[in-house]
Nanobody, 118 residues
């Protein structure tokens, strides 16, 4: 059973930074894609970034490109999302997700709240 546990959310002023963590357990993740998604109040969940566990390929939504960085630590089975230059519109619940390479994301964490004040 894959388990994903997010941490690191909180309240930050616009222009500030946060680093989210996602601790993954239950599988060997070498052939998994790990992703971050966000959902703001009244909006649908949307893609933020992803990384292939066994490689260095990363992809970002246009709205976060240049401000957020996704990375992973294979020794700790942990994926990170470094969020810089935060904007009020980044306010959302951020979810960690996992998928077998080539499949849709089907494993989800419970989310961590990020609130950016203006």
């Amino acid at each position: 059973q894959v388990q994903l546990v997010e941490s690191g959310g909180g309240l930050v002023q616009a222009g500030g930074s946060l680093r989210l963590s996602c601790a993954a357990s239950g599988r060997t993740f070498s052939n998994y894609v790990m992703g971050w998604f966000c959902q703001a109040p009244g909006k649908e969940r949307e893609f933020v970034a992803q990384i292939i566990w066994s490689g260095r390929d990363t992809y970002y939504s246009d709205s976060v490109k240049g401000r957020f960085t996704i990375s992973r630590d294979n020794t700790k089975n942990t994926v990170y999302l470094q969020m810089n230059s935060l904007k009020p519109e980044d306010t959302a619940v951020y979810y960690c997700a996992a998928a077998v390479l080539g499949d849709a994301f089907n494993y989800w964490g419970r989310g961590t709240q990020v609130t950016v004040s203006s």
